[in-house]
């Protein structure tokens, strides 16, 4: 009788023993994954500041001033320059 009692707690001890060694092993692997997770996080961070700045940067008027002079040949509007419509029959 002693025996069984002994055999099945060593069983019940083995058996115990490996759910230990399993939990640890997924405790690492998720561990593991968090890291990496908050890495690519801290990095989509980066970039996405990287990505508000250069938005702030082309979006300046003086930016697209530039441009439009440059490429387009475009020219800044004068009063000189200015055409004022009326509808016919209105003064």
Same mark, same amino acid.
């Given at each position: 009788? =002693?025996? @069984? ?28 994954? +968090?890291?990496?997770?908050? =890495? ?9 500041? #990287? ?6 940067? +082309?979006? @300046? ?10 490429? +387009? ?9 200015? #055409?004022? +419509?009326?509808?016919?029959?209105? @003064?």
């Amino acid at each position: 009788m =002693s025996g @069984k009692i002994n055999l099945f707690l060593t069983v019940l001890l083995v058996g115990c023993a490996l759910s230990l060694v399993n939990a640890q092993y997924q405790a690492r692997h998720l561990f593991i994954e +968090l890291e990496r997770t908050q =890495s690519q996080a801290r990095q989509l961070d980066i970039e996405w500041a #990287q990505l508000q700045l250069d938005q702030s940067t +082309l979006g @300046k008027h003086a930016r697209i001033e530039e441009i439009a002079r440059r490429e +387009l040949n475009m020219t800044p509007l004068t009063a000189a320059r200015t #055409q004022y +419509l009326t509808p016919e029959g209105s @003064k």
